[in-house]
């Protein structure tokens, strides 16, 4: 696609239920980043993908945070039994080689996460 | 650790006047330094970057100038506009290549 595309873009879950998040790269992105905004935060890192395994999974808060990543295109996040403290927008973003200082990051405009 | 933040969580200006965005980094080390852009409800989008042995660029209306000494990074827009109304990340390059660490961020808005 034209962009890195989220879904679902809102969602609202209930405390102890599980979500997913899913996020489409830009065709050919081989490195893909899953970020955390929480309300009037910066962006929290989570997890690094290249091609399809995951490098660097150092951001993830707790076991109840997972990601996968398929064909080297399309990732899922998947927190469990969420808590409202997972409340934020998720950001996923890729980049072409996953080298960052190339300017080539590019985001998409994120699920954001309430839990009640 | 490493650590990116701003100096002024908000920053209010009259159209048309220059802005200027602050930021400070932690990491000496660091070689790569970018500003990202979000609005409302969209994702951050790149602005301008800078490497490490610069101290200046500039782009359309915005000069990203650092000074290392200092540890100090900081956006200018100039004539700013309506437009320009969203709030602005600096990220520096991690020790790890593939990864940036952003700071908190500036909310900028422009009054008519």
């Known amino acids: 696609g034209a962009g890195v595309s989220q879904s679902p873009s809102n969602k609202v879950t209930e405390k102890g239920k599980d979500v997913e998040l899913r996020c489409d790269p830009i065709s050919g992105h081989t490195a893909l980043y899953w970020y955390r905004q929480s309300l009037g935060q910066g962006l929290e890192f989570l997890i690094y993908?290249?091609?399809?395994?995951?490098?660097?999974k150092s951001g993830l808060p707790s076991d109840r945070f997972s990601a996968e990543r398929t064909g080297g295109s399309v990732s899922t996040l998947t927190i469990q039994r969420t808590q409202q403290e997972d409340s934020a927008v998720y950001l996923c973003?890729?980049?072409?080689?996953?080298?960052?200082?190339?300017?080539?990051?590019?985001f998409g405009e994120g699920s954001r996460l309430t839990v009640l | 650790g490493e650590s990116v933040g701003l100096h002024l969580p908000t920053l209010s200006v009259q159209e048309g006047d220059n802005s200027i965005i602050n930021c400070a980094y932690s990491n000496s080390a660091s070689d790569y330094f970018i500003w990202y852009k979000q609005e409302s409800g969209k994702g951050p989008q790149f602005i301008i970057d800078i490497r490490s042995n610069m101290d200046k660029r500039q782009g359309q209306r915005v000069t990203v100038l650092l000074n290392k000494t200092v540890k100090h990074l900081s956006l200018q827009i100039a004539a700013t506009q309506p437009g320009d109304s969203a709030v602005y990340f600096c990220?520096?390059?991690?020790?790890?290549?593939?990864?940036?660490?952003f700071g908190s961020g500036t909310r900028l808005l422009v009054r008519p």
């Open positions: 973003a890729s980049s072409p080689g996953g080298v960052v200082n190339t300017g080539e990051l590019f």
């Open positions: 993908f290249q091609g399809n395994s995951a490098p660097d």
């Open positions: 990220a520096e390059e991690s020790d790890s290549s593939y990864k940036l660490i």
